[in-house]
């Protein structure tokens, strides 16, 4: 990941050097907002999170309760192609079909009924692979010569194709996503390079109730009452 952060970094480098030059006050791609339709494809890294709903239940004949919580965040990785359509001067249609890579640490905390620690789960390590399909709608500032400040929201469907019988919970697969964020897009030589952080929030509660079914895993769902996710991204595009 470490690589991969520096490669985009140096990349960026790169392609803003390529932009400047002799000829810099010449704004670049000049008729480049004027096209109905291009395409392009993305790059970016993410962290994965839960929000964590926990019931505060006794999870076994002592009274002991277990509290859920993602106390780390571990780095993933987006990739996919865009597709944008013109609508005014100002807004822009985009579909950005990909697949992303990424991990959740959910770790329990164990508490007896006095409310005093007792002891601190191994983590359950997460991991999901989506299928993603965002379409979302691209609000344009005005253009400064060679930059462009914009805002992006819209909705993602994402469908993980890991197994949704993870170590000791029973996920869902399938969920809905509000998508909001903003970005700046670079007028290169060549192409146009956008840069955007992005929040995506889960609608759905992606726990299955009833459980993996093992022995012993029982405690790990009974002490949730929902998990909804949550995903952060920093994206690059180039289009």
Not at 1 to 21: R, Y
Not at 204 to 216: D, K, M, R
């Amino acid at each position: 990941m470490k690589k991969l952060v520096l490669f985009i970094v140096v990349l960026v480098q790169v392609c803003a050097a390529s932009g400047q030059g002799k000829n810099s006050r010449i704004a670049n791609l000049r008729s480049f907002d004027e096209r109905p339709l291009h395409f392009g494809f993305l790059i970016g890294i993410n962290t994965m999170d839960f929000r964590v709903y926990n019931t505060g239940k006794a999870i076994d004949e002592q009274g002991n309760m277990m509290y859920g919580d993602v106390l780390t965040l571990t780095p993933g990785l987006n990739i996919g192609i865009v597709s944008s359509y013109k609508l005014t001067r100002d807004l822009n249609l985009r579909f950005l079909p990909g697949i992303s890579f990424g991990q959740r640490n959910l770790t329990y905390n164990v508490y007896d009924r006095e409310g005093n620690f007792i002891e601190q789960k191994e983590p359950i390590k997460i991991k999901s692979t989506f299928l993603e399909f965002p379409l979302l709608l691209k609000y344009n500032a005005f253009r400064m010569h060679n930059a462009k400040p914009y805002l992006v929201g819209g909705f993602n469907t994402r469908y993980d194709l890991a197994k949704n019988r993870q170590d000791r919970l029973l996920l869902t697969s399938l969920d809905g996503y509000v998508e909001f964020g903003a970005g700046f897009d670079f007028y290169l030589t060549y192409f146009r390079l956008s840069v955007e952080a992005k929040a995506s929030i889960g609608l759905a509660n992606i726990l299955n109730p009833e459980g993996t079914g093992e022995p012993g895993d029982e405690p790990y769902t009974k002490a949730l009452d929902k998990l909804k996710s949550r995903i952060f991204c920093l994206t690059f595009y180039f289009e």
